[in-house]
């Protein structure tokens, strides 16, 4: 970056219009940065999203896009399948590089990404967004101070209802889109991101029990866009073998001798999309629910529970610099993109890349690859596995 630059001149692209490139979009613009391009699979669809979202420029495709010199940082929205190589000629040429996770397909190709990125010298992040509510910054500050005590347990889940019918149909279940890992990789990496970052333990080992409950699922035979308003009939599906997870339980064990457990579920009835995290120690216990987020339970043995409200006069430091409205007035999901690319555009424009990053990096999208293919590899083999 240039002396002069900041964020209104900062030239941004993104590429993928699906659930989560909006989000970005909408996270970066509250951070008063501009989009200025949208990059999609046809020149079509990108026109159409562009005009609708009131970017100026568009591109038929990534490559296309990051031949305009006036970007400079990408934002990867697309299928998992395709983080690997494009966040690679992202960075070959010259661009600092936001991707969503998992950050590749396998741990050679995150490996070689967490290369590319040093040997670049640009930023590089994963969109673990969820490290940025603040009372999950709060419940850092508490495990790492030592206010809980010595770490005994770390538990917890992550479950959803969204693929709970066998007519529920996304190209996540698709292993070439969206890797062969589903559950776990989806979800089930984020909570592994909050605990690590939560309590600063890696896991040493893991045990993993998976699940398919439907072993077979009814794939719509047209795009579900063109059957938008309308009921789908039996003929309108063709049957599709599933071979991803539809449930994970693993058994953790984490450095110092701390263990841990996590249900990861996309099948739970009435989960709309709950991390559930408790951590118990040998002083008192935290637990924080993200579809209660503004909340912290304290658990203690010897005087009254507490229940923790997100309001920064109440804060720690670290989770007063993620917040951004007084108590009473709620933040949630949307917030923590904005906080996320707070961090990762403060850091583009002040120019030290020496310095350490406080957002999650290619660094902690390989780390959570090798934990998910350790995970995968138990679940195969049905033993305590190394990662």
């Known amino acids: 970056m240039t002396p002069q630059q900041s964020k209104s001149t900062i030239g941004v692209g993104v590429a993928g219009t699906g659930f989560i490139g909006p989000a970005h979009i909408e996270a970066l613009r509250r951070n008063g940065i501009t989009v200025l391009g949208l990059a999609e699979n046809t020149r079509e669809k990108a026109q159409q999203k562009a005009a609708e979202m009131g970017i100026p420029r568009n591109y038929g495709s990534l490559e296309e896009m990051l031949k305009d010199e006036d970007i400079q940082v990408v934002h990867l929205a697309t299928p998992n399948y395709l983080h690997y190589p494009h966040a690679k000629a992202a960075l070959l040429a010259g661009k600092h590089v936001v991707c969503e996770k998992p950050l590749a397909m396998n741990t050679r190709e995150s490996a070689e990404l967490v290369q590319l990125a040093k040997e670049s010298g640009k930023v590089n992040a994963v969109n673990f967004n969820i490290r940025m509510y603040p009372l999950v910054q709060q419940a850092r500050s508490m495990v790492q101070s030592g206010e809980l005590g010595d770490l005994f347990i770390l538990q917890g889940s992550y479950l959803q209802d969204w693929l709970l019918f066998p007519t529920d149909w996304n190209w996540r279940l698709e292993p070439e889109l969206g890797g062969t890992l589903r559950a776990v990789g989806d979800i089930g990496s984020h909570w592994l991101d909050l605990i690590t970052f939560i309590t600063g333990l890696r896991v040493v080992e893991v045990f993993a029990d998976f699940k398919t409950m439907h072993p077979v699922r009814k794939k719509p035979a047209k795009p579900v866009e063109t059957y938008t308003g309308k009921i789908l009939q039996p003929e309108d599906y063709v049957d599709q073998p599933i071979f991803t997870e539809d449930y994970a339980t693993i058994l953790l064990h984490f450095e110092n001798d701390v263990r841990g457990v996590l249900t990861v579920g996309q099948v739970c009835s009435g989960r709309k999309n709950r991390l559930f995290f408790e951590i118990n120690a040998s002083k008192s216990s935290l637990a924080w629910d993200s579809e209660r987020p503004n909340e912290l339970w304290v658990g203690h043995r010897t005087q ?84």
């Open 304 to 387: 009254p529970n507490q229940i923790i409200m997100k309001d920064p006069a109440l804060l720690s430091p670290e989770a007063r610099a993620v917040t951004s409205y007084p108590g009473g007035h709620n933040e949630g999901f949307p917030d923590t993109f904005k906080q996320l690319y707070h961090k990762v555009y403060t850091y583009i424009l002040n120019g030290d890349y020496s310095k350490p990053p406080d957002f999650p990096t290619f660094a902690d999208g390989h780390y959570e690859m090798q934990l998910c293919e350790a995970i995968e590899r138990s679940a195969k083999e049905k033993v305590w596995t190394k990662v």
